[in-house]
């Protein structure tokens, strides 16, 4: 098998049935298979180091604290942040929110012109890259502005993976998919935490420590071109931009394999909607019927749903600080918390397509909002640890949930587009909310944080519970009719 394409070597495996047929109905036909399962598992691959560069955010910062950078004068322009009252660590995570944002808003729907898999491996190297000069600098000022540049690549690479995935899964395995997906995307919370506790307190060869922590998730453009050679592009995208040919060719190899894995011939398509071919893919289009109500619906929802997620997951070290706990003693135990990162997703691959997807996300914000305000209450280390799991198990819950969601509620010309700029509204209200947890913290402690949290957990029960669709099991060409 050509490992770029997917296309089937001449004269190998039998003849595959069904090639009159869309491409959604080819692919939702196919039968679970470890050639399938193979490209989701190398797409994860890659977002396993997109989600280390976000999470880096959180345990670098006493480090980063420790020798200076967040001083004033060090922040230059961003110094005007800390001079109203906001925290240095708040100009850093404002940073990486402000990069997260222009690069989902502004450039998202590149992925919608460029197809899925060279906006995937750019964007990586893009981050990768900005991510090592950052871990470079010695002001504040640079610190951030690098952050930023970073957070650009970051932003398109996010948007990105869930198009991709979505669209090459069956839709009965769409739920497992995400789930699986954000299981090693989130083996990297463990990696740097563990890191951050081992060598943020040091300074190996007479470098801070921060500085190895950040350049270590750069080695994901060593990798990027692996796994260019062995994941194919979106045959969906491909059908949709009329180049049919590219897509049956990409899609036959993959039948092709799917069938010698089966040892025997794959049943025939059934009829479902008409695959999209050609039409525009304007913006406006995310503000007509159906796709207003869920553009608005999916917007407040990532308004709300990032306060909580990095509410907490960036600022553990931090609020555990606030608590009274030595900054080294944090870092453990923030990377105890950590741990079970991985842990939601990987119960999710049992269940994730069993129950619909809107009820997920509905019962993690609940129980996200309910763990939250407990750990404010506590002191001790037992309770400290526990409860800060819980929250981090019902967050990670409610983000693969709605990273599959989100994906499947538009259409393929539109997807990368819609999904960019819905997520977009997460990234400009992490940055915000980044500032505004920042100044509760100094004036509220931990307990005004947890309240603020709750506050937009409940805005999530709302909007997703009361305006949500289905879409569990349905072919993404069902869901968008």
Not at 181 to 197: G, K, R, S, T
Not at 209 to 238: F, H, M, Q, T, Y
Request: glycine share 12%; hydrophobic share 55%; net charge positive.
């Amino acid at each position: 098998m050509d490992g770029q394409s997917g296309i089937a070597e001449p004269g190998v495996g039998p003849l595959v049935q069904g090639r009159h047929a869309g491409i959604a109905a080819r692919l939702d036909r196919l039968p679970p298979s470890r050639h399938v399962w193979g490209i989701v598992l190398l797409i994860s691959a890659g977002a396993f180091f997109e989600f280390y560069e976000l999470f880096v955010t959180g345990y670098v910062a006493p480090g980063m604290a420790r020798e200076g950078l967040f001083g004033e004068a060090s922040l230059g322009g961003f110094g005007v942040l800390a001079s109203i009252g906001v925290t240095g660590f708040g100009t850093f995570v404002f940073a990486t929110f402000a990069g997260l944002f222009v690069g989902s808003a502004l450039f998202g729907a590149i992925a919608d012109r460029y197809g899925r898999r060279t906006v995937f491996t750019g964007s990586l190297i893009w981050y990768s890259v900005a991510g090592l000069v950052m871990a470079t600098r010695t002001t504040g000022f640079e610190v951030d502005l690098w952050r930023f540049v970073a957070g650009i690549g970051l932003g398109v690479e996010l948007v990105t993976v869930d198009t991709y995935v979505a669209e090459m899964i069956p839709a009965a395995e769409r739920g497992r998919a995400f789930a699986a997906n954000q299981v090693i995307a989130f083996l990297a919370v463990p990696v740097v935490a563990l890191l951050a506790w081992l060598l943020v307190p040091e300074a190996p060869f007479g470098i801070a420590g921060w500085r190895w922590v950040a350049a270590l998730g750069c080695l994901g453009a060593a990798v990027v071109w692996v796994i260019r050679l062995r994941v194919p592009e979106s045959p969906r995208w491909l059908e949709r931009v009329g180049r049919g040919g590219e897509a049956d060719r990409i899609m036959a190899g993959i039948e092709a394999a799917v069938q010698r894995e089966q040892g025997r011939a794959l049943p025939d398509p059934a009829a479902g909607p008409a695959a999209e071919v050609g039409g525009a893919m304007a913006f406006g289009e995310i503000w007509r019927r159906p796709y207003r109500r869920r553009t608005l619906m999916m917007s407040v929802f990532q308004i709300c749903q990032t306060i909580g997620f990095y509410g907490f997951a960036a600022w553990v070290p931090s609020l555990l600080i606030a608590k009274g706990i030595h900054v080294t003693q944090s870092l453990r135990y923030s990377f105890i918390i950590a741990v079970a990162n991985p842990i939601a997703p990987l119960v999710g691959l049992l269940v994730a397509d069993r129950i619909e997807r809107k009820w997920q996300i509905v019962a993690a914000a609940i129980s996200a909002a309910v763990f939250g305000l407990l750990f404010a209450q506590q002191t001790a280390a037992v309770p400290l640890i526990g409860l800060g799991i819980l929250v981090t198990l019902a967050n990670n819950w409610m983000s693969f949930a709605f990273h599959n969601y989100q994906a499947e509620l538009f259409p393929t010309r539109i997807r990368a587009r819609a999904v960019g700029f819905v997520y977009s509204w997460s990234r400009l209200s992490a940055a915000f909310a980044g500032l505004a947890i920042s100044a509760l913290l100094a004036r509220g402690g931990v307990v005004g944080v947890f309240l603020f949290i709750a506050a937009a957990m409940a805005v999530v029960v709302v909007s997703i519970g009361v305006f949500g669709p289905r879409s569990r099991g349905l072919a993404l060409e069902e869901i968008a009719h």
